[in-house]
Each structure stands twice: as structure tokens, then as C-alpha cells.
């Protein structure tokens, strides 16, 4: 019998990230991210077949994002590190006693070794010269080439608020941008010759997501009227609505040429794109709108009038990019595969249909046109781990097929299956079933259910496409091949299945509706065969280890040991991460109902055994949420048991984290279920 494979060689393909095209040279670049070790890949016109041009050795949890070509295509740059936390802390995940940084890095295709140049994040090289706009501390910076390969630095411009969204005008002589101030903000236009700076028709909305008309005389922008403070964690189904402006960039005047309609879509939903709104030829606009209950995408005239739907069906548009002429956009999308993504193009002004790229049963995402009109995007499939492709007659073809490990074990895992089960309140929710190979009849097999995170997530049929829920699905598969039946719920509130599925009603810290689902899926694995419902485990991150809590605590006599990877256990405290001034006095109805929806309201009811695992670095759910949770369960004699990683953030950096996290939940599933 084939020795089985661990959870090193499962989890331990590249994970490719960050795929950017440049203006010009055909040039296209990714990230690799092998076991830890992150570096940047890139193919161009001189060289079709992708190379790597960083030399990074370590698991040093430096992440590499931001990636951004010159105009010219011969120059890369990016950020290399993370932001800081509230306490101004840059992640640092190693401990490294010389500390970390957040800096922008500059590598040239021709060879020579990649260069670290400044501290800052959001580099933006000029639409024409060689200067890169960049931020730094929410400042805007400005660097310029100076003697040999050095470059000035030097900051742009002084305002209050905090600057974002930095955009080249066509002629590289003007930057726009947003200023955000807090309750508000606003788009500047700063004019480099005469030091100018202009606002765009300011008003007390909120600007943003500026994009400039392809002749550079104007500016679209996003108009979300003022809605108050949003706590998070709830539903938000309508709002007043938002609206597309168009200004003259000389003079700040603007007008509104689009606006959603009351209910459906009039709160805003925003895709994954470079630019929320694209420019396209013939000045036509186009962008993301939920008016159907999904969200698709639409044009309408740069002048206003009728916006026409581009992308009909039910499914949602995800991630967008477009054609270097303007005529075309590029997607992908779950219509006609709920739970796969496919890649489609569709002519801007919407006189055709849109036109699929490649055929099959892999998920595609983060898709973008090269500059001479070859497409790329990143995909995987059940056995397949995410990776870079270019498009050949209408198939994906690996663009780095060297970076696979030789251990990589595609040929033993299981393709999971598409299920759906209904709650007690009737709403209906998914999710992916995974059995053990070679699965006996009349066996009675160990049971855990995976819960995403989020909660604005869903899991997929194949390796997901964020590097999060990609670790996840190889936990999962990890389980099936060691002889437990995995379902990976898709829980109302997640995504991909429209906009009421979404934003379920009660769900998060107005109720915790969702929980129902995850009761619905016990009892659907216990009226399985070949489940044994006694041995049913819980397992999740962050809202997927808030669900395991409250399973543990809500319905002891369904779950017997859970795995509660930073979960949120007290929504009042998990929603101050995100609101640091929010007032639990302001409002004692809404309060009590965020904690009666909470594990620590019931956490008297908890027995089972448990393991708790947190980075100490955690800026989405607290180190304090497990401190007080362990405290209460080491109170009640409840076996629990810890992980802890000292300077980890939230979605765990190091590859090491990852490993270490899944190898205690393997041996303590094995102990206690
Ligand atoms: C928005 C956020 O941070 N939510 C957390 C509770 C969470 O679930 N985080 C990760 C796992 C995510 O997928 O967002």
C-alpha cells in the first residue's frame, strides 16, 4: 500500500498570487509562493517561458504584493512586507530581532538582481516618465531616478486624511487620488508642473475608486452617500443609492452619469479589479452593479443614460480586468458553475454576447490581456494547486511547470463533490463533500465539517483561489485520505450564491442565523450511511472558528472535539477590532443581541475537547479572544489544548504556521474523535 501522503507533501505545492500584465514588452509577472519562500516570476516578449527574477530563500513571511510595471514593461516594482498594526508594529513573523519593514523593491527584466529602494507601499509608476508615486504612512511620495540606480524621494504633497487609489493621468503630467477622512473623503487631482492641487466636487459622500477618461480630460469616481458607521458582521441589503460621477479635471466640476435604483444593488458590492469603474472606448464606463441580486457587470455612456447589462445569468462577476484598447473586459465568473470559476470576455458596449475562453471543470481567476492580447489568469482544479497559465487554444497551459515538487501527490487525492442540504428556517446552503478513497459499504466513517472564514467567502470545487482557504482545501483532502468523511460548508453570509444568500438576515452579530446551517449539516452527515454520528468534528479560522465554538457550546450532544483556529468568541469584541471606538453603551439591545449571538453567552454548555490556535499579531480577531476563552474553559476542566505562534497575524504568513497548525489538528482529531 502506497504510503500516505502528509500534509507537507499535500500542502506543499507553489501557491501563484498577484498576476499583473505591463502596458507594454508583453511582459506578465506573478508570485510563487513554494512552501513559504515567495518570488516573483514574469514572462515577456524575449522570453516566452516564465522565469524567476527575485532570489528570496527564506519562510520569512515577508509577503510580495503590489506588483506594478513601469510604462515601458522592462521594470517591475513591488512591496515587500507588510502594514503596520494599530500600534504601528510591521508584521514579523520570524521574531527577527532586527525587526521588519514595509518597503518598495525594484526589479529590471534584463537579469539584474531585484533592489530594495525605499520604505513605502502602493508604488505607482508613471503612465510616461520613470518617477513612481507611492504612499507612506498615508502620505503621497514621489520617487525620480538619480545618479546611477539610486532615486529621490520626496514627498508630493501635505493634507489631512490619509492618501489613496493613486492614478496616473494618460500624459503621466497629472495624479489623482483619494483622500480618506474617515467618516468621508474625497478625489484630488494634483497637477505635477504647477504643484496644484484640485478637488473633485467634494461633498460630504464618500469618493472613490478613481479611473481617468482615456483622452485624460476627465475623471469617474464612485459616489457612496454618508451612511453613518458600519459595525460589520450584519446584513446590509439596501442603502441609499450610490452613483458613478464624471468630472472635468481641469476645473473639479462634476455630474452624476449613473445611480442605482432603491432595494436590489443600491448598497454598493465591489468586485476584485484594479478599478472598480473601467474607462473603455467610445467613453463608455463600465461597472459592477447587484440590481438582479448578483453582480454582474454594465455600461453606460461616459455623457450618462441607460446602463445595459453585459453579463446576464445566475451567477456573480468577481474578478475584472480589460483589454489594452478598451473594447473588451475580461472576467470571471460562477454563472453556469456555481461553485467553480470560469474566465469570459464581453465587448464593452454590450452588442454582443459574452465569449468563453477555456472549457472544463478547473477554476480560473485574477484574468488580464497581456499587451499584445494574450490572456492569462491563475488557475487550479480538484487535484491541481493554484498556478499561472496563458490561454492556448482555448486551454489553460501551466506557465511554470518546473515549480512543481516531484512529491507533489495529484494522483491521491479525492475530488470532492457538490452538495446541498436545507435548515430548520428553510434556507438552503452548500457545500463539497469529500470521501475517504476506497470507501467500504456499511462502513460508519469519523466526520468533521470545515467552515470558511469571512464570512464573505466560499469554498470551491478544487484548491481555492485565496492563499487561505488554498491551505484549507489541502487540510481537507488531508482528512479524507486519512479516513474522515469532509464536508466544507458554504454557510449563508458567504458569497457566490447572490445577494439574499449573502446578506442572510440575523446573520453574525445581529443573531448568528448562520449557525443554523451549520446544525442543518450535522444532521444531514447523521442521516448519512456511512457517517458515524457520533464522531463528528468541527473545524474552522477566525468566522469558521467562531462557528466551531458556538457548535461546541450551542450543541454538545452533535459534535464531539473541534479545531477553533482564532475565532471569534465575543462579536462586541470581535466588531472594536475592526471599530475601535464603538460604544457596547450606545446601544444595549444591539449589544446583548451580538453577545447572546455569541459562543461566550453558552460557554457554561462546553465539554468537548478543543484546540485553540492564534498568532499573538492578530489584527482581525484579537490574541484576547482565546486568552479569555482558555481561561473560562480551563475553569470548567474542558480538555483544551493551544497553539500559539508569538508575532503570527491572522491569515498565518509563514508556511511553518501553516504546518505546525495542521499537524496538531491531524494527531489531536486522531486522539479525541
Ligand atoms: C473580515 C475578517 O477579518 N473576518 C474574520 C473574522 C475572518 O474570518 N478572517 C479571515 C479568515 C477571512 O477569510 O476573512
Known sequence: MAAQPTIRQIDGAPFAATLVAAPAANAVAFVLNARGVRNIWVTDSTQPNARQVTAFTQDDGQDLTSLAFSADGRTLYFVRGGGPNRAGETPNPTSDPAGAEEAIWRVRLDGTPATRLMEGSSPTPSSRGTSVAFLRRGAIWMASPSSGDSVRVSQLLRMRGSGGSLRWSPNGEQLAFVSNRGTHSFVGVYTLSSKALRWMAPSTDTDNAPVWSRDGSRLAFLRVPYAGRRLGFRATRSAQPWGIMVANAATGEAREVFRATAGRGSAYWAIVADNQLQWMAGDRIVFPWERTGW???????????????????????????????????????????????????????????????????????????????????????????????????????????????????????????????????????????????????????????????????????????????????????????????????????????????????????????????????????????DVDRTRIGLWGGSYGGYLTAMGLTRNPELFKAGVDIHGVHDWNVGIQTFVPDYDVHANRLATRTAFLASPMAQVKNWRAPVLLIHGDDDRNVRFVETLTLIQQLRAQQVPVEQVVFPDEVHGFLRHESWMRTFEAAIDFFGRKM
Open 295 to 529: 453582480v454582474h457587470l454594465y455600461s453606460v455612456s461616459a455623457n450618462g443614460g441607460a446602463a445595459k447589462e453585459l453579463t446576464p445569468g445566475n451567477g456573480e462577476v468577481e474578478f475584472v480586468s480589460t483589454s489594452p484598447d478598451g473594447t473588451r473586459v475580461l472576467y470571471n465568473t460562477n454563472i453556469g458553475d456555481i461553485d467553480r470559476r470560469h474566465v469570459m470576455s464581453v465587448v464593452a458596449d454590450g452588442s454582443a454576447a459574452p465569449v468563453p475562453t477555456a472549457s472544463g471543470a478547473h477554476i480560473a481567476w485574477s484574468p488580464v490581456y497581456s499587451s499584445q492580447g494574450s490572456t492569462y489568469a491563475l488557475v487550479s482544479d480538484a487535484k491541481q494547486p493554484a498556478h499561472a497559465a496563458v490561454l492556448q487554444t482555448s486551454r489553460w497551459n501551466m506557465l511554470a511547470p518546473e515549480s512543481m515538487p516531484a512529491d507533489f501527490p495529484a494522483a491521491s487525492l479525492v475530488t470532492p463533490t457538490a452538495v446541498s442540504l436545507r435548515a430548520a428556517d428553510g434556507v438552503t446552503s452548500y457545500g463539497q463533500l469529500f470521501l475517504p478513497p476506497n470507501a467500504q459499504p456499511g462502513k460508519k466513517y469519523p466526520t468533521v465539517i470545515f467552515l470558511h472564514g469571512g464570512s464573505r467567502r466560499q469554498m470551491l470545487l478544487g484548491w481555492n483561489y485565496g492563499a487561505y482557504y488554498h491551505h484549507a482545501y489541502a487540510l481537507n483532502q488531508a482528512m479524507a485520505l486519512r479516513g474522515y468523511i469532509v464536508l466544507s460548508l458554504n454557510y449563508r453570509s458567504g458569497i457566490g450564491y447572490g445577494m439574499e444568500f449573502r446578506e442572510a438576515l440575523r446573520q453574525g452579530a445581529t443573531g448568528g442565523s448562520e449557525y443554523g446551517d451549520v446544525v442543518a449539516a450535522a444532521k444531514w452527515l447523521g442521516a448519512r450511511p
